[in-house]
């Protein structure tokens, strides 16, 4: 082991100005990425964006139209889906459904021609990991929906995989099981020390589920960092925009400030030269309720439990902002006045 082995991360992939065309559609623009051995990456972004497409670049389901896969060091590019040591689980998990549970979840070592003690052993330490041994001897149609996903999972859990790819494995599940099912597979991670990439276009699974996340625009990387960085600095307006919420108030930069529908607000940090077109990003929680340098009119609340979120129309902009048990009343209807602080804030250049 080299010296500087314990701070540099192990890769497990690397991705290098990879492309995809399909046709006239730029599905994947040249994208670098690399994943670290043992990391849970989400790629997160809306539809279209070349989540998938990506994945089936990674797994050898699709040919690329430019670029490398790397995988254990190894290039991987044109190597067929068989022999990349990538375990796949999909949003429909196409169990088999006249086989049970076992013998789903058993069926790729046995193809592999695997001693059958040995397929036993590691089928039942799949299942434990997945907490289904007690549903061994079950057909697919006698599980629920989460315990089907689990099958899906512990089918790509048994060989080992260097590396598993989950494109939107939770889609299907209700809410209350999809987050059951992300704590699931944060424990199975953890557990397993596998390296997982996982697709979702969901941002609160991915803030919940990610070492690291990967936020994909128009077939390019729009920024890649942990869940904390994602949030508290986004690098540009769509990025603050897709992860978590946010009132986005826009203007052009006039002498250190930002001249807005809301008047002329402070820009903490940089200073951009007049005439910049830019927005300021405020957080919910970044904005006091009661008392402030704005005004608005409150126009919706919405109870969520702890806190309740207020909707405010500051003339055309909107401010979403956040009442807790200790913010007095808050009407609809009423006038209301906010502001924040200019250092819990961000301001950001748009590229657009
Ligand atoms: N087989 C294909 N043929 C033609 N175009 C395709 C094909 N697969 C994907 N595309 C196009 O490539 C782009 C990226 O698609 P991709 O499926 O990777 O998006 P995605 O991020 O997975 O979206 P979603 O969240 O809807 O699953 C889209 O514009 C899509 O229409
Ligand atoms: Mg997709």
Known sequence: MSATSATTPEIKLQVQSLAKLYGQTIALDHVDLEVRKGELLTLLGPSGSGKTTLLQ?????????SGTVVIDGKDQTHAPVNKRDIGVVFQNYALFPHMTV??????????????????????????????????????????????QQRVALARCLVYDPAIILMDEPLGALDAKLREVMQ??????HRETGATIIFVTHDQQEALALSDRICLMNNGKIAQLGTPRQMYEEPQNLFVADFIGVSSIIRGTVKDGALQTTLGLLPISGARPSNG??????????????????CEGRVRETVYGGSDMRVIIDAGEQEIIARATAATGDIEVGKTVRFGWAPDAVRFLIDKD
Do not use: W, Y
């Not at 670049?57 to 139209?65: A, F, K």
């Open 102 to 147: 076992v013998e789903n979840v058993g069926f790729a070592l046995k193809m592999r021609g695997l001693p059958k003690v040995e397929i036993d052993t590691k089928v039942a330490k799949a299942l434990e990991t997945v907490g289904l041994t007690h549903a061994a001897g079950r057909a697919p149609s006698q599980l629920s929906g989460g315990q």
């Open 183 to 188: 704590i699931e597979i944060k424990r199975i």
């Open 57 to 65: 670049l990674i797994c050898g389901l699709q040919e690329p139209s």
């Open 276 to 293: 910049t077109n830019g927005a300021i990003v405020v957080r919910p929680e970044a904005i006091s309720l009661g008392e402030g340098f």
